[in-house]
């Protein structure tokens, strides 16, 4: 299940991943910002969680943080919140004898983590794999498949912001 939470223009992001393999789509629908302005990782987390638990998910896959907000903290969240163990940044993944084999890069090099069983969360970082392009008959078998529209405001979350930016500041120029 491709799973996304956004604008009406996320459903063609949700198309993409229909045509690239998934089954079906889950659009949480919103029109706040999810540039961390208005909808925060905190009630994205928790949107999921509907979601995770409602699917009754042993495996859930993120990106290891927005393109928007670049905050890293949806999957760790979400893991805190279902009570399952988490691995982040995971450039390789194998299931293993139940569970999973994560290998994810740090600072100092590679390291490898075993999660003896799931459920688990995962967060991907770019490397984990290449992306398969979707193929035009996978195109049109995609406009087919399911994609259910929710809407975020009627979920039974608080969408209220706890964190505000008071400002951004440019770095200074390198000397």
Known sequence: ?????????????????????CDRGIHIQTDLRTDYMDLQPFAIAQLFQKIVEK??????????QGIDSDCGQTGPMLAGMMGWPQV????????????????????????TIQVKSLPAVVTCDLRLNEPRYATL???MKAKKKPVETLKAEEM?????PHNQVLEILEPPPRK
């Open 1 to 21: 299940v491709a799973l996304s939470i956004g604008p009406k223009q996320c459903t063609e992001t949700i198309r993409t991943a229909l045509a690239m393999g």
């Open 55 to 64: 699917e009754k998910s042993d495996l859930v896959l993120l990106g290891k």
């Open 88 to 111: 982040t940044f995971a450039a390789k993944v194998e299931v293993k004898d139940g569970g999973l084999l994560v290998e994810r890069e740090t600072d100092s090099g590679t390291e």
């Open 137 to 139: 008959p996978n195109i």
């Open 156 to 160: 039974g979350v608080d969408l209220v």
